[in-house]
């Protein structure tokens, strides 16, 4: 019998035993794709591929944490075997670890396969995982160019399982809020949106030391990073993007550089680079990474002036969907600060938001307040004044604002919505179908591959160049 055949028998079982027919198993969170219900009778048997920071932290360790009640790790696989071994203790699991997937497919039974290795090797694990039947939930981006994409649609075509992206921007906050008051139709008709992002010279400057920087690998960060930018996009506008447009570069890293060393630790500019980040100040890097570069020299803490960085560094997209709502997005990666801003526009009025811009996050601080709390017996806490800022302006009047609670970790508090729906079917407060499926993965990162391929080749791209999928006027319809 083949492994495949032993697997879609399992996970028949799996369902049946768990109670509850397959129709009546899919959770009603919302339209996107959703896991069967956690069984009464059995933990879902879950492996994870790719045991780097993402694997074993959020994917590894949080979920044995916070729902090991409802699953158990019955694999871990990774091509290096000393991180899959490092990830084993630190997630404090006992089950087997493996360094050739096929492998792992063929011995062990799984129900839930999760996905988190370097970003153009994720088509592989989704199609063979589908193409067992197994659930599989991927990190962002889905993939990296038209080729996976379409062997991935049509992978999820024939499969009886499902393809869920961990789209966690979606759940956060703040998102959601701003899903829910374009619902609320708060600026009439949409019409266009303005995104800028700033990755600051610490986080922008890590994805140029190791395989991000590397096209090949990441397929640059209009796919890395943008991905989940676009998804928000496609998620707020409803609708699918058909033109694009794009501009970028390479300018400030890679090759820009005068001076160059072998990687932060060995490099003689240390006092000289501004950018010198000591890999081994923490053990868990040390750990996870250095311990392991012997196996597959995965260095993780190249020198970012590296020749070999081949993506862009500074990037502006235009973007048109279906429904003619126009959107103008751009990525910074060596910004003073971390932030980004947000405008909507609409026939009725404008919404606008934003993170992390110095001199409004100054003006947050109530100047009278600020004398109150020197001033009160009783101690006043000035975190009440933290907040995140959404403005709404109607046409032809003023405008309001509305104030919500500043929470930043763990993706805008996304993180844990997002599993919390996944493993539990726990439904996000305002739920907006933020379950996200292989439609949702496809075209945010036909967006990112659209933008590359039009600053490679200096015209627009349709998307319907890269893909059978027909884009919808109306997404949710
Ligand atoms: N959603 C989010 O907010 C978020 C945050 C961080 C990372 N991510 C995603 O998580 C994924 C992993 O990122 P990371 O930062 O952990 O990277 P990482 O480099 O720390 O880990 C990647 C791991 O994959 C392994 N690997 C590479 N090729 C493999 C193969 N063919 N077979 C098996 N293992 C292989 C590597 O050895 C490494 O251990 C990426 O896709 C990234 O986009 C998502």
């Given at each position: 019998m083949s492994s495949g055949n032993q697997y879609s028998k399992d996970r028949r079982q799996f369902l049946i035993t768990s109670g509850s027919a397959i129709a009546g198993a899919v959770m009603a969170t919302s339209a996107g794709a959703v896991l069967a219900k956690p069984s009464m009778e059995r933990k879902r048997r879950v492996a994870l591929v790719g045991t780097g920071i993402r694997g074993t932290n959020f994917w590894g360790k949080n979920l044995v944490d916070n729902y090991g009640d409802v699953l158990e790790f019955v694999a871990l696989c990774d091509i290096n075997p000393g991180r899959v071994t490092f990830a084993k203790s630190f997630m404090n699991v006992s089950c087997p670890t493996f360094t050739d997937f096929d492998e792992m497919l063929e011995k062990v039974p799984l129900d839930l396969l999760l996905v988190c290795t370097t970003d153009a090797t994720h088509d592989e694990f989704i199609v063979k995982g589908l193409n067992h039947d197994i659930d599989v939930i991927t990190e962002?981006?889905?993939?990296?160019?038209e080729t996976k994409c379409a062997a991935i649609v049509n992978a999820q075509r024939k499969s009886k399982s499902k393809l869920i992206m961990g789209f966690n921007y979606r759940y956060g906050h703040l998102f959601t809020e701003l899903k829910d008051l374009l619902h609320k139709n708060e600026v009439g008709r949409l019409v266009s949106i303005d995104l800028n992002w700033y990755l600051n010279v610490h986080h922008g400057s890590a994805y140029f030391r190791r395989w991000h920087g590397e096209r090949d690998k990441s397929g640059t960060l209009l796919l890395h990073k943008s991905a989940h930018h676009f998804d928000l996009l496609n998620w707020w506008i409803d609708s699918d993007p058909v033109e694009v447009h794009a501009f970028g570069a390479l300018e400030f890293y890679g090759k820009n550089n005068p001076f160059r060393g072998k990687n932060c630790r060995d490099c003689r500019y240390t006092k000289k680079c501004q950018f010198y980040w000591d890999i081994n100040e923490t053990e868990f890097n040390q750990r996870l990474y250095t311990d392991n570069?012997?196996?597959?020299?995965?260095?993780?803490?190249?020198?970012?002036?590296?020749?070999?960085?081949?993506?862009?560094?500074k990037m502006v997209v235009q973007i048109r969907y279906a429904n003619n709502v126009q959107v103008s997005y751009s990525l910074s990666t060596y910004s003073p600060y971390e932030g980004f801003r947000l405008a909507f526009n609409g026939f009725d009025g404008r919404m606008e938001t934003w993170e992390g811009l110095p001199w409004l996050e100054a003006q947050q601080t109530d100047q009278s307040k600020i004398y109150e709390t020197g001033m009160a017996i009783n101690q006043h806490s000035l975190k009440e004044l933290d907040n995140f800022e959404i403005s709404i302006s109607e046409n032809f009047k003023g405008y309001r604002q509305i104030k919500l609670p500043y929470i930043r970790r763990g993706h805008w508090g996304g993180d844990k919505v997002m599993t919390d729906a996944i493993f539990r079917g726990i439904s996000p407060k305002k739920d907006y179908g933020q379950a996200a499926t292989v439609r949702d993965g496809s075209m945010a990162v036909l967006i990112g591959i659209a933008a590359r391929k039009s600053i490679d080749e200096g015209r627009m791209i349709k998307i319907t160049e890269l893909t059978d999928l027909k884009p919808k006027v109306k997404r949710s319809a």
């Open positions: 962002k981006p889905m993939t990296t160019d570069e012997k196996f597959d020299g995965y260095i993780r803490d190249n020198c970012l002036w590296r020749k070999e960085v081949d993506i862009f560094d």
